[in-house]
């Protein structure tokens, strides 16, 4: 709608989940800006404007997801079975807890625990899965929207049973190559082929005699690493495999590279002779 036909703006702000069954927040106001203090639960917001002729479609955003690591020390999880035991300390007492755990903000679940005795069973937990688990305090138990009462605690995040990666890296790639050195590249194992907390990398190459040289263990976050050492005029193939705390997944495609007789490629010399008469 154009602003000049615009008399205001209705604003819905829905908790995700909320198993409340409890309609959204509906907010009023004429400018086009507000501040919604919210914890760090999964929130839909609708936004609609109206004038004297009534309201227009909706335009729905879904507040994106805080980027933050875990917080340790507040939330402790322990697996038994297909269901996880979740404990916390209080940093004060509130009148009661609201525990999210899922494995998106498509699969969210949601519990008020109003006892104190800060801890909860959760079940149904699939093996191989990475569940994000929130606890919420809030001074408001009532069935309604938390929004203005609730306040985070604590976010981590679980499996119940770790696998090992399902697959390699993707576009392995050696580029700067010398006759003693070469740069491997790679693409990180997408998270959802994770199957568990990935704890690193780890490369293994051999020569064209099949002597394969010492694997190289490198940190999760590493997509990069220097090849030295190696033998001028002489193939290598190189892999590259993901680990997690159950084992290491499966090695990439072999990818070959040779190594040149010379440390660069000097480039072609033109003599000119001048010829006595």
């Known amino acids: 709608a ?79 079975g297909t269901n996880a035991v979740v404990t916390w300390t209080p940093e004060y007492n509130p009148k009661c807890f609201v525990v999210d755990w899922g494995t998106s903000k498509e699969n969210m679940h949601m519990k008020i625990i109003t006892t104190a005795t800060g801890n909860f069973t959760l079940d149904n937990f699939q093996p191989y899965k990475l569940y994000k688990i929130m606890v919420h305090a809030s001074d408001v138990c009532q069935c309604e929207s938390f929004i203005r009462h609730e306040k985070t605690f604590g976010v981590t995040h679980f499996y119940s049973v770790e696998g090992v990666p399902r697959t390699g890296p993707a576009n392995v790639t050696i580029l ?27 490369i293994s190459y051999t020569d064209s005699s099949r002597k394969k040289s010492p694997a190289v263990t490198l940190n999760a976050s590493t997509t990069s690493y220097h090849l030295t050492g ?39 010399c033109i003599c000119i002779t001048q010829l006595e008469s």
Not at 180 to 201: N, R
């Open 2 to 80: 154009q602003s000049e036909n615009v008399l205001g703006y209705f604003v819905n702000v829905e908790r995700i989940p909320n198993s409340c069954s409890r309609p959204p927040n509906h907010i009023s106001l004429k400018g086009r800006k507000i501040l919604v203090n919210l914890s760090m639960a999964y929130y839909r917001v609708n936004i609609s404007a109206y004038n004297e002729a009534g309201e227009s479609p909706q335009a729905m955003y879904i507040v994106p997801e805080f980027s933050v690591t875990d917080l340790p020390g507040q939330i402790y999880v322990k697996s038994q």
């Open 176 to 202: 700067n190559i010398t006759k003693h050195s070469a740069l491997v590249k790679w693409t990180e194992i997408a998270a959802e082929d994770h199957l568990g907390f990935l704890q690193g990398y780890r």
């Open 230 to 268: 190696l033998k001028e005029k002489t193939t290598y193939r190189v892999q590259i495999s993901g680990f997690t705390n159950a084992g290491e997944g499966p090695l990439t495609l072999s990818q070959p590279f040779s190594t040149p007789k010379y440390g660069t490629v000097e480039p072609p």
